[in-house]
């Protein structure tokens, strides 16, 4: 608070100071021209070049890469683009970049712009509830120009971010030549699945002579042959063991096996007139439609709650070994198949228009436009089979990382049926419209060369449906499901036994045609029925203003300015009124009542950026900043789950207030040469009102012993567990950033970035997810007329992930190893090679300490060889 007071004052006395200097017209020295002369090269680093000048010449503290340069690194999207600048992690959950961290961030902090504006985004896997994390899986990196993190803010941009905000840039038809063509084909192959396919993308630009009028449009199109291999040790309940001492162990162990076909098809479309010197009028489109089809099968071991087992082996407070007999009833072991087909499609759109208008004295910018996502789960078949069977187990790593001996062997299917089925669809949607309009005055009023100012209007909806029907198909053998055993090398790096790797999986066919098959008689249910707990939606109207001093003089220049954002926010929901009934049975209608609730705040945001020019070579900057990030849509919305058998419940809280920071960085940065620069980069993040999930006791309605459903019972409120985002941590990131672009010798040279975020928080039990203390990636590259290869090592060490089943999760650390190699046949014509995951590296989660083991996946390594033609 005192903090937020001083920066307050402190900008207001800036803009004071700078208006008096505006109304007296001081006679200053006009700032000196050519202290900082552009760099224009041409050729083979002109891409390194321009990245740098838009790092050098910015006014924030700003990393840039740009088209060429993400055309010859080792990457198939535009997360893996940025994982190579400073301060950037990316989560790599299926063996390909999707969510993007920024010093120590979780990613629903960091705001993604497409051409300075939000592009609506969604996810495909079921699991995902709605956030404000970007979908960097459906962008390919063909369609952008440019991108840029601003690492500091600028009062101009739209606010959001507490560790960053990214901003793409398409490629507009003006700033290409009159005729620019541009084709690849490639071949893609992924050695886990053994498995590959082509992928093509295509670009052609036009102008005319006259440069005034232009049009642009690319396509691509990508498919993946995903397939994860994965050892799972779920969830983790205190046991109380013979001797009377307590222990924690796993209730399941679990080998997965996921496949995936990812097939996306999308393209720009860019028109650009300049019909006068004053005049400029930019529209653009982007669509991008993905297909998500996969197979998820997971073979559990599962102590049904039955306590600690027999023969217990105890390590540190673990039980890591022991066994469970198999005594002919329910309550003894239990090998549980799941076999999960989900149909998932995401499909995103965004138009913008941008008209410019430069008149003698005021530049103005007007601009508006639609975007919208739609994803989620179309379709899930839900098939669980259940075996009796007794069952050893040990995860001590004794042997390997753990190993399961079932009594019954794993490759049979003998007392195996089908258990439980359910089908269930959850749509998820996500758009937004926005206008805003902003004006900029040069000036020469003492030290302010420019005012900016501009407003903006924003309304944005994010919902997700869903809809269940359980099917009657108790006692069903497997065997008309089976579709084979599992596939060669399955589990193949993973250190387990070999009833874990050995065992009958599911056809998605067979399962799907089970499922559409079944009669009317076959379903409990007549017809699909609204599941409330997962249906919500969460509405923003977001007014905001700012205004932006920039200011020059010889050797010193910067801009401070201030953002007001006001935001209203709904939240709509529907819910059982007796106290919110979780799943079946299904809620009559007389008990479903509508919730809307509704929270508004206000927020000032003053930001100063300087930036001195200490010789021609060094750039010194400091930056402060007051920023806010919104919650989570899920953490908004109304859904309340309860357990009426425990007592428990898990709900949304519509009424969290966002993130809020104080931000400080100071940077300095050293331009060796016209491609090369060294620099190094301190932060500090003071982040309140933090949301963390907490328990607290909360006085519900029982459904399952009101009159309504149970003639018998009350409707007296029962205390009920409820676990609900709340408000009131307060934490800190502190970090260094350290980065070196450039040549070192001849054609070869480097690109190294390495970053240190110390995160603390006010309640040592809460950590911070995806904030990895040491990260750094590491590009030495080659390149001559006919040659350029790079190979890219990146690590990032260990970090709190989530909590999974009431235990928290640690991602260990990770190490990837790519590389890529194009070889210039013409000056039109290239071959290209590239690999990823070369290292095969496993992604390890452990709880609490390495020696107790969460998961363990592979994801295989992919490789890709193809021509490129350019024009």
């Known amino acids: 608070m005192q903090f937020k007071k001083m920066l307050m004052r402190g900008t207001a006395s800036a803009i004071a100071m700078m208006a008096i200097a505006a109304t007296a017209q001081a006679q200053s020295a006009p700032a000196a021209e050519g202290t900082l002369d552009e760099i224009v090269v041409t050729g083979i680093r002109a891409s390194l070049v321009q990245s740098i000048n838009t790092k050098r010449f910015a006014d924030a503290i700003v990393d ?44 629903a902090l960091n705001r993604t712009l497409l051409n300075g504006q939000t592009v609506a985004s969604t996810d495909w896997f079921i699991l995902d509830a709605p956030g404000r994390t970007f979908n960097y899986s459906m962008l390919a990196p063909e369609v952008v120009g440019q991108l840029e993190v601003y690492k500091s803010p600028e009062a101009r941009i739209d606010e959001g971010s507490i560790g960053g905000t ?68 779920l969830g983790y309940p205190t ?10 162990m796993p209730n399941v162990i679990n080998s997965a096996l996921f496949q995936q076909k990812r097939e996306r098809t999308g393209g720009t479309l860019a028109i650009q007139a300049k019909p006068s010197d004053n ?17 998820n099968q997971s073979r559990y071991y599962f102590n049904n709650f039955r306590g600690a087992p027999n023969n217990a082996v105890v390590k540190n407070g673990v039980v890591v070994g022991g066994s469970y007999t198999n005594a002919g009833t329910p309550t003894a072991g239990l090998m549980l198949l799941d076999a999960i087909a989900r149909e998932s499609t995401i499909e995103t759109y965004a138009t913008d228009l941008k008209v410019d208008y430069t008149g003698d004295a005021l530049k103005a910018s007007f601009q508006g436009g639609y975007t919208k996502s739609t994803g989620g789960t179309k379709q899930q078949y839900f098939g669980e089979f259940e075996q009796l069977t007794g069952y050893s187990f040990d995860i001590s790593g ?145 007014w905001s203003g700012y205004t ?58 003053p930001s100063i950026n300087l930036t001195f020019d200490l010789d021609p070579k060094t750039v010194l900057r400091l930056s402060g900043s007051r920023v806010m990030a919104r919650a989570n849509y899920a953490d908004l919305s109304t859904f309340l789950e309860t357990n009426n058998t425990l007592r428990t419940a898990n709900g949304g809280n519509p009424n969290l207030d966002p993130y809020r920071a104080n931000n400080f960085d100071a940077s300095i940065e050293y331009y060796l040469d016209k491609v090369s620069l060294v620099s190094a980069t301190l932060f500090y993040k003071d982040i309140g009102s933090y949301i963390y999930r907490a328990t607290s006791t909360e006085m519900l309605i029982n459904t399952d012993t009101n009159p309504l459903t149970n003639p018998g019972g009350t409707t007296v409120p029962q205390a009920f567990e409820v676990s609900r985002p709340r408000n009131g941590g307060s934490a800190e990131i502190k970090g260094l950033e350290l980065a070196y672009r450039g040549d070192v010798y001849g054609n070869f040279g480097i690109e190294a970035s390495y970053t240190y975020a110390d995160s603390e928080t006010a309640d040592a039990s ?34 709190f992930r989530e909590v999974n089943r009431a235990t928290s999760v640690i991602n260990d650390s990770y190490n990837q190893l790519d590389a890529s190699l194009t070889v210039n046949v013409t000056e039109q014509v290239a071959l290209t090679a590239q690999a990823q995951n070369l290292l095969d590296e496993t992604q390890y989660q452990y709880v609490g300490n390495r020696d107790v083991p969460f998961a363990a996946y592979k994801n295989g390594r992919r490789f890709f060889g193809g021509v490129r033609f350019s024009y």
């Not at 005034?212 to 050892?231: E, K, M, N, P, Y």
């Open 548 to 605: 932006q001093l920039g200011f020059e003089t010889e050797g010193f220049r910067g801009n401070v300015g201030v953002r007001y954002v006001h935001t209203d926010q709904t939240s709509e929901g529907r819910r059982d009124r007796l106290g919110g009934q979780f799943g079946p049975p299904i809620v009559p209608a007389s008990q479903i009542e509508a919730i809307s609730l509704k929270k508004s705040y206000d927020d000032f945001l």
């Open 64 to 107: 840039a890469i740009s088209a060429e340069d993400i055309g010859k690194f080792p990457d198939k999207n535009v997360a893996e683009s940025l994982s190579h600048l400073p301060g950037v992690q990316v989560d790599r959950d299926f063996g390909e970049g999707e969510r993007v961290a920024i010093r120590g961030t979780d990613p």
């Open 239 to 248: 046991v109380t063991l013979p001797n009377g001492t307590k222990a924690i």
């Open 166 to 233: 990214v901003i793409l840039h398409t490629r507009r038809p003006l700033d290409l030549k009159p005729l620019t063509l541009n084709a690849s084909v490639e071949y893609a192959y992924n050695d886990r699945s053994d498995d590959g396919a082509p992928n093509a993308s295509g670009l052609i630009s036009w102008s005319n002579d006259a440069s005034t009028f232009g049009v642009l449009a690319s396509v691509t199109h990508q498919v993946q042959d995903i397939r994860r291999d994965g050892f799972e040790s």
């Open 279 to 295: 005049l400029e009028i930019n529209a653009t489109g982007l669509y991008v439609k993905g297909t998500y089809d996969n197979l």
């Open 766 to 799: 809460v950590a911070l997810p995806f904030s990895s203390k040491h990260s750094f990636s590491l590009t030495p590259y080659y390149e001559d007329e006919m040659f350029s290869a790079r190979v890219t090592y990146s690590y990032r060490s260990k970090y």
């Open 398 to 542: 004794t042997n390997g990382l753990a190993s399961v001996t079932p009594q019954i062997a794993s490759t049979s299917n003998a007392g195996t049926t089908l258990g439980f089925a359910q089908l269930r669809q959850q749509p998820t949607s996500d758009e937004e419209t926005y206008a805003q309009a902003d004006f900029t005055r040069d000036v020469e009023w003492g030290l302010l060369n420019a005012v900016k100012f501009g407003v903006k209007y924003r309304t944005h909806e994010t919902s997700q449906d869903a809809k269940l029907r359980r099917v009657n198909g108790a006692a069903t053998p497997v065997d008309g499901f089976v579709g084979g055993t599992t596939p060669s090398g399955y589990l193949g790096g993973i250190n387990v036994n070999d009833a874990m790797k050995n065992w009958n999986t599911i056809s998605a066919d067979k399962l799907k045609t089970w499922f559409l098959g079944r009669p009317a008689s076959g379903y409990v249910d007549a017809a699909y029925f609204d599941y409330l707990p997962a249906q919500f939606s969460v509405s923003e109207d977001i």
